[in-house]
């Protein structure tokens, strides 16, 4: 009979391999094994498979035998955010991403459970702590863009202009190529939009160099539709984009 070690393994690349049933079959002839391994991937398996409150109880004692441990605290925040205990998840993120800042999915975790909670700065400064060095940051950043001008929904409130400027700055300060900065772009424009109609105060704000007006944001939108369309690699995709640019451009005289 195949040893622990073996089955452990074998479990392991089962489920690399997204070979759920085998991973079960393989993690039933360990029997009552109390191994924190084998809860682990009992947890990663009902993970993957959509069982998250069954995941937290697998989970939860291996974070208990393995309190120092971040992949542990990252495990079981991941399974309390989808099983929507965001609170909770929150906690683990916050003290995984304390522990080890490199462990950039701590940061990502917080932020977009802190987002779903509806709160824009505490998901900036999550994201805020990908350090500079890792190959996240832009990723990072780019984020905390969103988590600014994120639009209005559930318990997130509409961005306030200085959030909306505070997103232009990250997008002025960042090195994109020409297709990602016109996306972004076109979705800080379209937060402008929504804030306006959210009631945002317009006085001096501006969103990318443009006043906070909807004139001057349906002029943006419009513009960064054309810059896709250029970009565009299918004709299809060019006349989608250009129709988009017509539908958004501010009504005229002429």
Known sequence: PASPEALLRLARAQLDAADYDGA???????????????????????????RPD?????????????????AAKLGLALAHELAGDLGRAAELYDAASRTDPSYVSGAFGLARVRLAAGD?????????????????????????VRALAAQAGGTLPPPTAGQMARASAIIDQLYLDPQRR??????????????????????????????????????????????????????PDRIALIDRANRVRPRTLL
């Not at 079960?24 to 959509?50: I, K, M, Q, S, Y």
């Not at 700065?121 to 990723?139: D, F, K």
């Not at 317009?202 to 896709?228: C, F, I, K, M, N």
Request: proline fraction near 4%; avoid cysteine; charged fraction near 25%.
């Open 120 to 144: 824009r700065e505490g998901a900036v400064e999550a994201l805020a702590r990908v350090p500079a060095a890792s190959s996240m940051h832009v990723t990072a950043r780019i984020a905390a």
């Open 54 to 70: 069954a995941a937290v109880g697998w989970l939860d004692p291996v974070y208990t035998d393995l309190p120092g441990e971040v």
């Open 182 to 235: 016109a996306e972004l772009s076109g979705e800080l424009f379209e937060a402008g939009l929504a804030a306006l109609d959210a009631g945002a105060d317009p006085t001096g704000a501006h969103v990318l160099g443009r006043p906070l007006t909807e004139t001057s944001l349906r002029e943006g939108l419009e513009a960064t539709y054309r810059d896709r369309a250029r970009l565009a690699t299918t004709t």
């Open 24 to 50: 079960t079959r393989t993690l039933d002839r360990l029997g009552d094994e109390r191994d924190w391994r084998a809860w682990w991937l009992r947890g990663l398996h009902d993970l993957a498979v959509g």
